[in-house]
């Protein structure tokens, strides 16, 4: 079918726009790796837009000769691995029930306004750190992991998802004698791959960004998560992490050099992570989102 001229102009400009937007969104990335790779002389002297000025690696041999920064990365794989598999897990145990109707599961409309309830209402900041003191997580990877791992918004994708999902499948299972967790760990949970996927990206990057609860709930800075010690080194330069050679060194790189490298090798893994899981990410998100 041949398209009109309107047709085409539109998409000629829609193309024109978005890579546009898209240029703009990637520019940041593009100006911190080259500053991260330009000479501490040409960054202070705001020499660098989107490609190196004087080309040199020493602000990431710095960076990954530094035990501090490597630990609290360390610290955050540790946060992802754990915090994404008890989430998954408890994600999955939590939306199956709820996608039952009412003839099935009859105190399912209960459980479901009071996981809503939680979105919309929460206790607080200080009762949230004093229930988690109270049950001796302060200072543990748990107390990073723990606290958030039942995300409500998960959750209802994960069972509208499995709301989608043919019926008749359930009640062969069931004929050839299956019970529940067969159907939902055996069946359900294959079938779930692209929502399940959806959220595993969303809880990825939650802890992966995260940084705020490792500075109320870490006493020793020696185990903040990686966001929480950028967040000392840059933002509030707390000098107790640097040592006598290390601020010698940042003044031949510049701060502003240091900085780039650091940010850019905390932003690599999800920009790694999320291509590979993109392809997945919308199909579930759409599956997920639409009710019966």
Known sequence: ??????????????LVFLT??????????????AVSFSSGTAASAGKVLLWPVEFTPAAYQNVFGKPEYLRAFWITIQRVILGTAISMFLTILTAYPLSKDTTQF????????IFVFTILFNGGLIPWYMTIKAVGLID??????????????????????????PKEL????????????????????????????????????GHWNSWFDGMILMNHPERYPLQT??????????????????????????????????????????????????????????MGSVKE
């Open 1 to 14: 079918m041949k398209k009109s001229l309107g047709r085409r102009l539109f998409l000629g400009c829609n």
């Open 20 to 33: 546009l937007i898209s240029c703009l969104c990637l520019m940041p990335i593009i100006h911190i790796l």
């Open 106 to 113: 009859g105190m399912r409309t209960l459980y479901a306004w």
């Open 140 to 165: 543990s990877i748990w107390a990073l992991v723990l606290p958030g791992a039942v995300q409500v918004f998960n959750i209802i994708l994960l069972l509208n998802f499995y709301r989608n999902l």
């Open 170 to 205: 359930e009640e062969s299972s069931k004929i050839d004698g299956a019970g529940h967790f067969t159907t939902l760990w055996r069946i359900y949970a294959p079938l779930s791959l692209p929502a399940l996927a959806t959220t595993g990206l969303f809880t990825i990057v």
């Open 229 to 286: 010690f950028l967040q000392s080194i840059i933002i509030k330069m707390d000098l107790r992490f640097l040592k006598s050679q290390d601020i010698e060194l940042m003044q031949k790189l510049s701060d502003r050099t240091s900085k780039a490298a650091q940010i850019f090798v905390a932003a690599f893994p999800i920009l790694v992570i999320y291509p590979i899981l993109q392809r997945f990410f919308i199909k579930g998100i759409v």
